[in-house]
């Protein structure tokens, strides 16, 4: 059974002040692992894709990097728009049923 | 600018009436899923469609039902609203198992 745990559950930074997310999963032939961006009261937002260790994506100022065991989503002088729940899925083959983690909730003061 | 549409986006309604959630997509996505996700908790996966004609449960029993009659339209229905039912129902969709679903914004149902 694929599994998925992030950590931590809530993390407060001050504007500026960088820091990373982590996912740590098991899964059985990983087809993709995913990270998603939720704001209160909307669905997850798509943000990148990793499919083999050792893989990189950036987007502003975030960027995702994966090993066989886990991946990091990586938050550079983070701002306060930055707030948000990011969640983690993977993608095990033969399956088209992602599992997703229960999310982190990040909170950027000002 | 949204792909994929769920109505109504709040529902306030009482024990024991039928409820349709309707998700409508754009995107000619063959592959459909219905979430429930409460405050703080993972998404649990209630129902999932491979294409028309196709239905099957997750792994959270919810007393629903879904039909796939068209690619672009999975509604959800509870026959009897019970005020366990009361959570956040999200829909995606997907075109091929390694590619990130797109969600809508959720249905946030209430039922006193």
């Known amino acids: 059974e694929d599994q998925v745990t992030q950590s931590p559950e809530a993390l407060r930074l001050q504007e500026g002040e960088s820091s990373s997310l982590n996912c740590s999963y098991t899964?059985?032939?990983?087809?993709?692992l995913f990270w998603y961006r939720q704001d209160p009261g909307k669905g997850p937002e798509f943000l990148f894709t990793?499919?083999?260790a050792g893989e990189e994506k950036e987007k502003e100022r975030l960027k995702a990097t994966l090993t066989k065991k886990e991946s990091f989503l990586h938050i550079t002088a983070p701002k306060p728009e930055d707030s948000a729940t990011y969640l983690c899925?993977?993608?095990?083959?033969?399956?088209?049923?992602?599992?997703f983690g229960r999310g982190t909730s990040l909170i950027v003061h000002p | 600018e949204a792909d994929i549409y769920q109505t109504p986006r709040y529902l306030v309604i009482g024990t024991g009436k039928k409820i349709t959630l309707e998700c409508s997509q754009t995107?000619?996505?063959?592959?459909m899923y219905w979430y429930q996700q409460d405050p703080g908790m993972e998404l649990h996966l209630i129902h999932y469609?491979?294409?028309?004609?196709?239905?099957e449960k997750g792994d959270l029993s919810s007393e629903s039902t879904v039909s796939r009659i068209r690619t672009e339209h999975f509604p959800l229905t509870l026959e009897s609203a019970r005020p366990s039912h009361t959570s956040q129902y999200l829909c995606?969709?997907?075109?091929?198992?390694?590619?990130?679903?797109?969600f809508g914004d959720g249905t946030r149902l209430s039922i006193l």
């Open positions: 995606a969709s997907t075109s091929h198992g390694n590619q990130p679903q797109h």
């Open positions: 899964v059985s032939g990983l087809r993709g």
């Open positions: 995107m000619g996505h063959d592959k």
């Open positions: 990793l499919y083999s």
């Open positions: 899925a993977v993608q095990s083959g033969g399956s088209y049923i992602p599992t």
């Open positions: 469609s491979y294409g028309v004609n196709s239905t």
